[in-house]
């Protein structure tokens, strides 16, 4: 039985518990997960030590109601926040650095349950290196939103989106679909080291993770006049998933990749699995001249990804 | 007359636009303020050039019925949101370099509001050279959140909190008080050439953005054991501001700061006049022993500052 996000009396929501005393209690829950100031949280800015090279910067929010709910355990939804944005760290082959939340919430929002969030951030936190070196925390009637913004540093080469080209073939990572009925979208790990190994690897040319969905994502990896001709039976589905679900379920939170044409894929996938072993790998299609679809191929308009403002 | 946070009809709301129309508007709204991906808004991350020196990083929220309401205009709320994180960059002495944002909204906001919030922000991003280099979008029924993360990098010194001493002196620039009353809290300029110029003068030992109200916000300047004693004869107070609104009502976004008990004031105040002619900087009490408060002096604990999470 998940503890409850709203408190049942007065005497155990965070409204009760006010503003200073809800920041030292959030400092205890991070732990050592949060440095002191100015490294960390208690002053107007966090101080971070100089990075060197380029630096990665990304953002994203958990909402009650659209990225948890009642069935996802607090310190899960903690570390889903965090991983979340791990994962697109992940999708450049870049390495996280540092964190800041912004934290806008009911203030009868329960302590017990905050407190499982901010002990799953911090040992998601712990896991990755990753301090939580500053924060806010603000009212928002009727709502719990949690935003996250990672700093990450680029290693060596920044994987992005664009750079794939005709005859590319297209790679997935893991295993697809019904990632919200299986609590996939809170379990799964951040792709960050296969996303760095992929970044040194040179027939990689572009990259991102799947989050709304492959047949949404897809797209994102597509450069105009192309299309991705991806095949069904290809599709690494989840136990129990069909191909539509595989297709258009998203928060999968896997890296799909392209792969020059010109490559030697077998050499590649057996580096893989020396790098990964039992990690899942699947080329499930190509990039194709946008008027040269092979039949058989998937049509991704056919299948909707998760479109957000509904 | 304001235009309206929500749209009177479907077609005019964010929603009926869709996810993607509306990142390509967003872009749009913000023109030259958003670089082309990878360094702007497109990819997973954004990715920065090399920053030199530390960073400092900070996040605020800009929230509807909290930070603005109808009475203020959209392009002036999407400016406060930006200029209310640099307010906290001023206040360690920092530069701005690039901002990212998070949006959390009803799907009935109105296009209209939403492309008056961008171009305001987009107006300040451009005054202050800081790029929007990415952000998120993401439905949250019945609120508007914005989420900024500032990022900056210290020109040299950086000021904190913690440093003040006893017998120091504590000053306040600008006026204080009535700042929803009069729009202030979004007309304001942040202090940014007032907190560099502050940071580069040794007599200065701390400092902060008045936030929450000159009350709280002593506190946060004034070292265990200490208490701050400021005179309501001597606050500078906005026209029609009592001493217990300029003590309690915060969004001032003035800095506050100690100068060393030993420092020659006559020439640093001089020095001051000379770096910003008419800009009021006020000498408002000293830091003494906590149990041996003045008679006359202000108790900080008589006037409430802002508390979030009421």
């Known amino acids: 039985m998940n503890a409850p996000l709203y408190a049942r009396t007065r005497r155990a929501s965070v409204g009760a ?24 949280i208690g002053d107007d800015c966090a101080v971070l030590p100089p990075l060197l090279g380029r630096q990665l910067v990304t953002v994203d929010p958990l909402i009650q109601g659209i990225h948890f709910d009642r069935r996802t355990p607090a310190p899960a939804a903690g570390a889903k926040l965090l991983k979340r944005n791990l994962s697109d760290i992940a999708a450049m082959g870049g390495r996280p650095r540092a964190a800041v939340i912004a934290l806008a919430l009911d203030p009868r929002v329960s302590v017990a349950w905050l407190g499982g969030f ?30 996250l913004t990672l700093i990450g540093s680029a290693a060596g080469r920044v994987l992005t989106r664009t750079g794939g080209r005709r005859g590319d073939w297209i790679y997935v990572t893991g295993r697809l679909g019904r990632s919200l009925a299986t609590g996939h979208h809170h379990r799964f790990q951040p792709r960050l080291a296969e996303g760095a190994w992929l970044a040194r690897r040179p027939e990689v040319r572009a ?21 991705p001709a991806v095949y069904g039976p290809l599709l690494p589905r989840r136990a129990g998933a069909s191909v539509a679900e595989a297709m258009g ?31 899942r790998l699947t080329c499930v299609g190509r990039l194709v001249r946008a008027n040269s679809v092979p039949p058989g191929a998937l049509v991704p308009g056919d299948f909707h990804g998760y479109e957000h403002l509904r």
Do not use: Q
């Open 249 to 279: 379920d998203g928060e999968d939170y896997e890296l799909l990749f392209c792969v020059a044409a010109g490559a030697r894929r077998g050499p590649f996938e057996a580096a893989w699995r020396r790098a990964f072993p039992g990690e």
């Open 207 to 227: 990259m991102l993770d799947v989050s709304d969905g492959l047949a949404k994502d897809l797209w994102a990896l597509t450069p105009r006049g192309l299309a």
């Open 17 to 40: 518990l006010g503003e200073a005393a809800l920041i030292a209690r959030i400092r205890r829950w991070l732990g050592a997960a949060s440095p002191r100031p100015p490294a960390g």
């Open 118 to 147: 901010y002990r799953g951030l911090a040992r998601e936190s712990r896991r990755h290196r990753v301090p939580i070196v500053g924060g806010d925390v603000a009212t928002l009637p009727g709502a719990f939103v949690a935003t």
